[in-house]
């Protein structure tokens, strides 16, 4: 072997052992965290792939919100946890955390805990609100659910588990509420209600408000009730909706012409001005 054929293999073998190396690290900085659901038959081929892919959302967002509470100067992408893989023989779903050490597995850790303890004032009222989404689809397929790590079981809970909101980030009170409707109906019946690009709710409602509802999908509507808000996002937690007020889609004249009959000649120019 010439001089140069031997620098070429020490090249070689060096790069080979930075990427076994490199491997390694990565191996060390994940960990395999599992949303498992058992019992009635449960498994992939029963379930709506929406149903699937809003879990493992809101597996991940669960944890992502007692991250961020924790850590707030966390950017968005710096943590994050990745899908990995669905099982079959149960509706197992399989992900990967980055950066579990420091971030993922306390937060982990964390949720688990609260559902040992069957307490979950210690979580922020956004991982809540997912867990509830989680919660929802258990009773909804007669089914338990099982939390793990790197194939231990942490946690478990069944379709009746009372996943309560933290009272004490909550605010309550008498509101009105706008936006289109995208979803109502349902054994029990539930209304999905679009408040902006990003921000959508979903809600239990009587019957005869949701039959309301479904003949106006796509429409904007407003609903009178009680909302609780989350103290630091703002965001609606859950509603009771006890009435209908349905938004009349006016043009900007129209609208013009209507606060002219109540202030008078002071508008006139303004609806001039757009005629």
Not at 133 to 150: E, M, P, S, T, W
Request: with cysteine.
């Amino acid at each position: 072997m010439t001089r140069r054929q031997r620098q070429s293999q020490i090249g070689f073998d060096k790069s080979l052992i930075l990427k076994y190396l490199i491997c390694k690290i990565m191996e060390q900085d994940n960990e395999q965290i599992e949303l498992r659901f058992e019992g009635n038959g449960i498994k992939p081929s029963k379930v709506r792939a929406s149903e699937v892919a809003t879990l493992i959302a809101s597996f991940e967002r669960s944890i992502l919100a007692i991250v961020r509470e924790e850590h707030p100067e966390l950017s968005e992408d710096f943590v994050f946890i990745s899908f990995d893989e669905i099982k079959e023989s149960s509706l197992a779903l399989k992900c990967i955390a980055h950066k579990p050490q420091l971030y993922v597995a306390p937060a982990y850790s964390k949720l688990t805990v609260a559902f040992v303890n069957n307490n979950f004032n210690s979580l922020p009222n956004e991982s809540i609100e997912d867990l509830r989404v989680i919660q929802r689809f258990a009773k909804k397929h007669a089914c338990d659910g099982v939390f793990l790590k790197n194939g231990e079981r942490l946690a478990s809970f069944n379709s009746e588990v009372d996943i309560s909101y933290n009272d004490e980030g909550i605010v309550k009170g008498e509101t009105t509420i706008y936006g289109e409707v995208k979803k109502a109906g349902g054994e029990t019946p539930r209304v999905q209600l679009k408040i902006n690009d990003s921000y959508t709710i979903s809600f239990e409602v009587k019957k005869d408000i949701a039959v309301h509802l479904a003949s106006n999908l796509y429409k904007e509507v407003g609903l009178k009730g009680i909302a609780r808000w989350d103290k630091k996002t703002f965001k609606i937690l859950d509603f009771k909706a006890e009435g209908i007020i349905e938004v009349q889609e006016n043009t900007l004249v129209d609208a013009f012409k209507e606060l002219n009959t109540l202030f008078g000649d002071h508008l006139d120019k303004g609806i001039s001005y757009i005629n």
